[in-house]
């Protein structure tokens, strides 16, 4: 029954998901091997189901450390299959380079060397056919940093300020006839300024001749060694266009990316903040931007408030402009209060409205819950109301689902 979540309101991660997954894995963590298998599979809600892994096969060897030689060498299968979609098959994935992470006091540079190797074997139903693909290439990289230091405000405080560069190089190899299994593009941010792909996945390994220009600075108490303030900016400068891309994008023929930029600090033992900016200097326009608030003076008592907006021109449909208050509190040991307001300033709804209490004791617990939800491509919100019942160390009824609605939705709470 593909209503059944939204109707009986399982919860705004399953009923804005157009579908479910079911997934089985195993893994292994030694000393200096990581291993990890997957079977993954996906019940279709809405629209057209993701590809089903069977399976997905992870080996990478770890780093050995700074300072010294790290071997690289990771190895990913896939095997992708879909009943709906044409195109469906293997996809082997395989990097072998060598890197060396200098660290002294007062500097750092690391450079990376890799050859990346992936192969296609696919099969489209429609016109029973095969095809076979590999791409290979080289992918360079240089991550150099300084750490300045000095003491202000009368020694009370140790300031940073911590230049860095990163110049990476990826040559071209036109990637066109490649399908796109499970591939996307991140989004630009301040750690992904240094990341050498700008995609998600394997379908697609971008080519690069760039330099990434970042600095930070930190304010540390002397008393505590505490951060207390931290700013981080920085840009890529780009020497060539980028010309892989995803199905129906151009290339992209930009100068220079966003300025990215970070700013948080911690007021006080209960109070933290922190907010995120994507600004286009070419446009003079913010493309993306979060900014939040949180009082938390222990782990039963916790207030938060947000604000997320994300503009986009050519996809006006990815465009945020969202509004979220949350907050945990334990009015004493046994009874708690608990609630969420989310609301979209451009539909000027409530995405989502959470409000409840609990009772426990030494041997059991019990919540109540009143949620509304505005389910993906809906206009009007739907209510439910949510009773749990648990016996600690036990079991409980209902599954401890509204200790997952509350995990996922206050940030900072943990059961």
Sequence with gaps: EPEYFTDLGKGGELSRSAYLKNQLQAAYNGQRWRFSGAVQHFQTLSGVEPYQRAPQLKLALKPSGKNSVNLIFTNEYNYF??????IIGSRSDHTLGLSYPYTSTATFITPTIKWRTTQYSTE?????????????????????????ERQV????????????LYYLNVPYRDQSAIPVFDTSERRL??????????????????DSQQLSIAVSSRFLSNQDGKERFTAKLGQILYFADRQVQLPGITTDNTAASEYAAELSSVIS????????ILWAPETEKTHDGAIRLQYKPDSRHIFNADYRLRTNETNVANNLHQYNLSGFWKLNPKWQLFGRYQFDRLKQLPL???AGFGYESCC???????REILPAGETETSSSLLFEFEFKGLASVNG??????????ILGYQP
């Design 81 to 86: 299959d879909s009943d709906e979609r044409n």
């Design 269 to 276: 033992q209960s109070w933290n903040w922190k907010g995120t």
């Design 364 to 370: 059991w617990a019990v919540r109540l819950m009143h």
């Design 352 to 354: 989502e409205v959470l």
């Design 400 to 409: 401890k689902r509204l200790n997952n609605y509350l995990k996922d939705g």
């Design 189 to 206: 941010s301040f750690g992904q300024l240094f990341s050498d792909s700008r995609f998600n996945g394997a379908d697609r390994i971008g």
């Design 124 to 148: 489209d139903k429609s016109a029973s056919t095969t095809s076979d693909y590999e791409r290979s290439l080289p992918i360079f990289s240089l991550d150099s940093g300084l750490f300045l």
């Design 153 to 164: 405000f009368n020694n009370g405080y140790t300031q940073t300020l911590e230049p860095r």
